[in-house]
């Protein structure tokens, strides 16, 4: 028997100028579940939406709605998929880059940082959440790593204060929708630079936990976050092996492989 499926476009470019000092860079990908069956079992595509006609509707849609709303606009999207009838779910995400406006109409583009916006329409509810993704940070102090369980494989040397980088990837749900949802971005994103350097972390657990009750505390719209964190080591260049001391200032960055935490607050 089929089992769960899903289907729908991804990577759609969309890029829109709002103003001689704002735009818009989207990748956006729609999903579609519902009464799919007979396009797997039988071949019939009677019911199956073209996948280009999610990409051209995006753009036309985009022309008359998308605004710095993102999340107003993955609901746009969301509710223009489920109003077919063999639809029962759309699931909308939004990717945006980032421009700096430093000219009267010119921009340059942030690093890999992303603006994240998700909704998932259907018959009985829809949800809305918002996130961010590749946001690289790092701190030479305040942070350490002791009193971790030891054994015969263990060789990882005790730190009271240790130089953290990670990539922050973070999503949230929204209890209720707020009226700006791009002032609650920019707030999220603010508080999660001002407790990474700021707050003292035992580990990058603690430190995820300590933003994560920062942004609760201030964003009661805000019903959940949760965080993918990987280690991004910096690890000792090696100067003992030459005979030489190591001051500690000199560090090997290292992609592969590093430790990878995932964790949820609730309220």
Request: hydrophobic share 40%.
């Amino acid at each position: 028997m089929l089992g769960r499926n899903r289907y729908g476009k991804s990577r759609v470019r969309i890029f829109k100028v709002l103003g001689p000092s704002q735009v818009v860079d989207l990748d956006v990908q729609i999903l579609l579940e519902g009464d799919f069956g007979a396009a797997h079992i039988e071949g019939d595509n009677s019911r199956v939406i073209p996948t280009d006609t999610m990409r051209n509707t995006s753009y036309v849609l985009a022309q008359e709605h998308l605004t710095s709303d993102l999340e107003g606009f993955a609901v746009v999207l969301a509710d223009h998929f489920v109003a077919s009838p063999q639809v029962v779910s759309a699931s909308i995400e939004l990717s945006a880059r980032s421009w700096s406006n430093l000219a009267p109409n010119g921009f340059v583009a942030s690093s890999g940082e992303r603006r994240l916006a998700r909704v998932k329409a259907g018959a009985e509810a829809t949800s809305i959440g918002a996130g961010i993704d590749d946001l690289l940070v790092l701190k030479t102090t305040g942070s350490a790593f002791t009193g971790f369980p030891r054994d015969q494989y263990t060789t990882l040397p005790e730190a009271e204060d240790r130089l953290l980088a990670t990539s922050i990837t973070a999503s949230w749900d929204y209890g209720k929708v707020p009226a700006d949802t791009t002032v609650i971005w920019e707030g999220v994103r603010d508080l999660l630079i001002e407790h990474f350097f700021g707050d003292w972390s035992a580990s990058v657990q603690h430190q995820g936990y300590l933003m994560g009750e920062a942004v609760l505390g201030a964003y009661p719209e805000i019903t959940r976050i949760a965080f993918r964190m990987p280690n991004k080591h910096h690890l000792p260049a090696g100067f003992e092996r030459m005979g030489l001391e190591d001051r500690g200032t000199v560090f090997m960055p290292v992609d592969e492989p590093h430790g990878d935490i995932s964790l949820e607050v609730t309220r």
